[in-house]
């Protein structure tokens, strides 16, 4: 069965550094999606992205995150000088349509 | 986005069936109404959709009545391993293009 992935699944990182979060999609899916889960919190939406560019983006998604594509297969989360309320679980979702939602198992931030 | 209701945590022993409701007063007329479950650590796991009536798939049924201001996942002979927090989001079809937006979930604990 295809699924998301998502490297690496444990990142530990000093504060002001930058991070790169990286995720596979389901082949021929459409829509792309990065969220985030603070310990013992909700799941909380950061953005959309979709052909090519971003369609949503929360208020968490300020200046210091951004989204790529670079190659047609990966996608990337980058945030630019981490602070350490950064530290949590960072999900990447793939959807094909209008369909359910592909949630990879997710990345461990701890910024330190 | 409608907002929705769930209870805050359950419990329940093995084998017994579980039913959690969902309250969503002002869901719209093109609004589905979604099930997600999550363990601890793990990204979302699409359970099952709903737009009225009732819908069965080997997981699970969704219980939709006719005003649709509430829903009921129905977990048949519940394990141990139905142990999570699970997600009653509600939303337009064309989910593709909106984020996902997850409420508190409700936290299903199931002993032996």
């Known amino acids: 069965e295809p699924e998301v992935t998502q490297t690496p699944s444990h990142q530990v990182t000093q504060m002001g550094q930058e991070v790169i979060l990286r995720c596979v999609p389901i082949?021929?899916?459409?829509?792309f999606y990065w969220y985030r889960q603070i310990l013992g919190q909700k799941v909380e939406f950061l953005v959309s992205?979709?052909?090519?560019?971003?369609?949503?983006k929360s208020e968490i998604f300020d200046d210091q995150f951004s989204v790529e594509r670079p190659d047609g297969s990966n996608f990337t989360l980058k945030i630019r000088s981490t602070k350490l309320e950064d530290s949590a679980m960072y999900f990447c979702?793939?959807?094909?349509?209008?369909?359910?939602?592909?949630f990879g198992q997710g990345t461990r931030l701890t910024v330190v | 986005l409608a907002k929705t209701t769930q209870p805050i945590s359950m419990d329940s022993y093995e084998g017994q069936e579980v039913n959690i409701t969902c309250s969503h007063n002002?869901?719209?007329?093109?609004?589905?109404i979604t099930w997600y479950q999550q363990f601890p650590s793990q990204g979302p796991r699409f359970i099952i959709q709903?737009?009225?009536t009732k819908v069965t798939n080997e997981v699970a049924s969704l219980f939709i009545p006719a005003d649709r201001k509430s829903s009921t996942l129905s977990l048949p002979r519940v394990s141990l391993s139905d142990t999570a927090v699970y997600y009653c989001?509600?939303?337009?079809?064309?989910?593709?293009?909106?984020?996902?937006?997850f409420g508190s979930g409700t936290r299903l604990q199931v002993q032996p």
């Open positions: 082949s021929n899916h459409l829509y």
């Open positions: 709903g737009y009225k």
């Open positions: 002002n869901i719209a007329t093109n609004d589905y």
């Open positions: 989001l509600v939303g337009a079809s064309d989910t593709g293009r909106r984020a996902l937006t």
């Open positions: 979702a793939s959807i094909p349509g209008n369909t359910e939602a592909f």
């Open positions: 992205f979709y052909n090519n560019e971003i369609s949503e």
